[in-house]
């Protein structure tokens, strides 16, 4: 079994300030601020759930729902519910969507209208006077000056709040732009800033890494709005999340994101489809290496304890269920189904994984039998193999008994 389903989950963990040596001190009270995760519904049904306590449900009928897109793309199975391991004071993730038991795979759309999120009110956004044509024209004017100022204040004053975020990338700075079809995010300035950024000095790279925490520290009151998705949408696109150094970060991101109520996921997992292929595919990579790392780490002494961050891959997984969603509302999808096998996975004791699945359903543990999409075929066809001759074994012993008994 993973390591996430093994260790409890910290009400607080305290990691956050090490990707910022210079802000441990006097962060320490706002560390607390995280939002908590919010309790999913008791009556929300999760993919792969088990039904009464005398059911043991086969891995056979949880292949068949996923392994239909090895057969035919469009019948691919939704993302399955999150939970956290059984312990104390656990509250569990929301549920992405309805049961994926049932035989046709369930939009997302297909929400009822109570599930639909309400408009709340924007509050109004900072003014942000530069474009990307000024800002494409500060980055020119570098190479030839050396002088990095007006960069540096740029991602400064971008990076501090989600209110800045929005005012910087937001097409409308006075549109709500509370519509599925279109985030209101202006792709090519984000896409433009993104890929500027990793050649940067670190001190700016430094400074927008100490804006995202100061963010995702801030205290939290009642929902999200609108601005509040856009700016975990432009945060989730980071490409300094691929540096390990950062992954402390990049959790307690994953981590507000998965917790999430279902009506934002709505939003996200559509606006997520309209990313390009290119950006799709490199988010996918990050998480699934995030993932990967964190299970087997190059350098264990870079990450906090486990039992500090065992809430890492159940995160990680859920957002990566949001992607697998919005990839099957893409026809044809962005990438093929084969690119959120994990091969990492190949290596853990995936019977283990199972029997913790048909053992608990998705009540109580996590397992990587809640998320079939990420688990390769190779594998899925060995769990197959062994949980029929532990079948065929069981029914041997029954027959003799029922022989013996006679």
């Known amino acids: ?16 300030a090490a990707a910022a040596p210079d802000e441990k001190k006097g962060k320490e009270p706002e560390r ?18 088990r039904g009464s306590k005398g059911q043991i449900s086969t891995f056979s009928s949880f292949i068949s729902t996923v392994n239909q897109k ?14 956290f391991p059984n312990i104390k004071n656990v509250r569990d993730l929301p549920p992405i969507c309805l049961d994926v038991r049932q035989k046709q795979r369930v939009s997302v759309d297909a929400l009822p ?9 924007e509050s109004v956004l900072p003014n942000q006077s530069k474009t990307m044509k000024d800002f494409q024209e500060d980055i020119e004017k570098v190479k030839s000056s050396g002088d990095w100022k007006a960069v540096h204040d740029f991602y400064l004053t971008t990076f501090d709040s989600f209110p800045e975020l929005n005012a910087a990338f937001k097409k409308d700075a006075t549109a709500s732009f509370n519509t599925i079809e279109d985030s209101g995010i202006n792709a090519k300035f984000v896409n433009a800033v993104y890929d500027a ?35 975990y949408f432009i945060l989730l696109q980071n490409p300094q999340f691929s540096n390990t ?28 489809k309209k990313l390009s292929q290119k950006r799709f595919k490199q988010l996918v990579e990050r998480l699934l290496q995030f993932i990967s790392l964190r299970l087997f780490p190059a350098k264990p002494e870079e990450f906090p304890p486990i039992t500090k961050c065992s809430w890492w891959i159940p995160s990680a997984s859920k957002v990566l269920a949001l992607l697998n969603t919005a990839n099957s509302l893409v026809h044809p999808p ?17 019977m283990e994984e199972y029997h913790t699945w048909q053992s608990f359903g998705n009540s109580h543990r996590f397992s990587f039998c809640q998320y079939p999409f990420v688990i390769s075929i190779a594998a899925k066809k060995i769990i197959i193999q062994r949980d029929s001759e532990q079948q065929m074994i069981s029914i041997a012993r029954s027959r003799t008994k029922e022989l013996s008994d006679w």
Do not use: C
């Open 1 to 16: 079994m993973s390591e996430a389903g093994r260790v409890p989950s910290p009400a607080a963990p305290p990691e956050v």
């Open 32 to 49: 607390e601020k995280l939002p908590p995760i919010v309790s999913a519904g008791a009556g929300a049904a999760a993919g792969l759930d």
């Open 70 to 83: 090895k057969e035919a793309t469009e019948n691919r199975s939704s993302p399955t519910h999150l939970v």
């Open 113 to 121: 209208s109570e599930m639909k999120a309400p408009v709340l009110s």
């Open 197 to 231: 950024l990793l050649n940067t000095p670190q001190d700016i790279q430094k400074t927008v890494l100490k804006g995202i925490i100061n963010s995702l520290l801030r205290e939290w009151k009642g929902p999200r709005t609108k601005d509040d998705l856009r700016a």
């Open 245 to 272: 150094s950062t992954y402390v970060i990049h959790a307690h991101l994953l981590r507000q994101i998965a917790a999430l109520v279902e009506a934002d996921h709505h939003f996200l997992v559509h606006w997520l």
């Open 334 to 350: 962005l990438i093929p189904y084969t690119d959120f096998y994990n091969s990492t996975l190949d290596h853990i004791d995936l």
